[in-house]
């Protein structure tokens, strides 16, 4: 029977999850031990010991010369890396906003009227040229959005309707 070696203790379940992926990706078998206690109640880190990894004993060296490169920043990912940047259409710059004014109308009306509102657009301007845009795919209101809110007048409508009858009635 292999006898499991810890080689490596985490204070949360995140940090030790993402290094056990590591070491399973290199084909090293890795568990976890005290993660569940540690999820459940995470001051229990410290006197537990933290999140350990263990390996079967005859992995030991190979894992704990990848946890040494991890610690090393040889899987860092950097900033040269950006895959999905965006980048202004006219001078292809990466200062960019986000304007997205819809959020704050749909707060205000969740909150006042307790109707939740799903506004789902993204509204860009570049810092260096001032050319704003929205992205081609990103429409301001979808087909399921728009029957929302007629469903939504609806009901309200409605409502208004039966309390002003219902007001005729008791008077």
Sequence with gaps: MNSLVSIASYSNSLQANIVKGRLLAENIPATL???QYINADWLLSNALGGVQI???AEYEQQARELIESIDNGQFDVSDD??????LCPVCQSEDIQSNNIFWKT???VTNTLHIPLPFSQHAYSCKQCQHEW???NDKAYSIGTILFYIVML?????AII???FLLRGFL
């Design 81 to 86: 890396n950006k895959i999905d940047q965006l």
């Design 154 to 158: 609806t009901v309200i409508f409605s």
């Design 33 to 35: 031990a005290n993660e």
């Design 162 to 164: 039966d309390g002003l």
């Design 106 to 108: 749909s707060f205000i």
């Design 134 to 136: 929205s992205e081609e």
């Design 54 to 56: 263990q390996v079967p």
